[in-house]
């Protein structure tokens, strides 16, 4: 299971931190992932950690921080520089570590619930 927080309404150019805690598997053995859905737009991949590797998308590249506490099962996602293009809704998954490609959401075979975080200009 994973829970994930920290959403929630801010102005252009704060910062955010998401947070998704993972219950109920062994932690270290996946990889984690971030994507987003905006309005009336598909599900697009964010961020991933695979072991002490990160994967980012183009558009939040220097912005975005990914980061694993493999003791609390969690991994973090600092968000600064927030633009109102990033408002949507963010999704945590774990998907086995050893998947190809992390920036698929298909290879992912859990999900969170999604937290909103809405950026105003």
């Known amino acids: 299971q994973l829970q994930a927080s920290g959403g929630g309404l801010v102005q252009a150019g704060a910062s955010l931190r998401l947070a998704c805690a993972a219950s109920g598997l062994t932690f270290s053995n996946y990889a984690m992932g971030w994507f987003r859905q905006a309005p009336g737009k598909e599900r697009e991949f964010v961020a991933a950690i695979r072991m002490t590797t990160t994967y980012y998308t183009d558009s939040v590249k220097g912005r975005f921080t990914l980061s694993r506490d493999n003791a609390n099962s969690t991994v973090y996602l600092q968000m600064n520089s927030l633009k109102v293009e990033d408002t949507a809704v963010f999704y945590c998954?774990?998907?086995?570590?050893?998947?190809?490609?992390?920036?698929?959401?298909?290879?992912?075979?859990?999900w969170g619930q999604g937290t909103l975080v809405t950026v105003s200009s």
């Open positions: 998954a774990a998907a086995n570590i050893w998947v190809g490609d992390v920036q698929a959401a298909n290879r992912y075979d859990y």
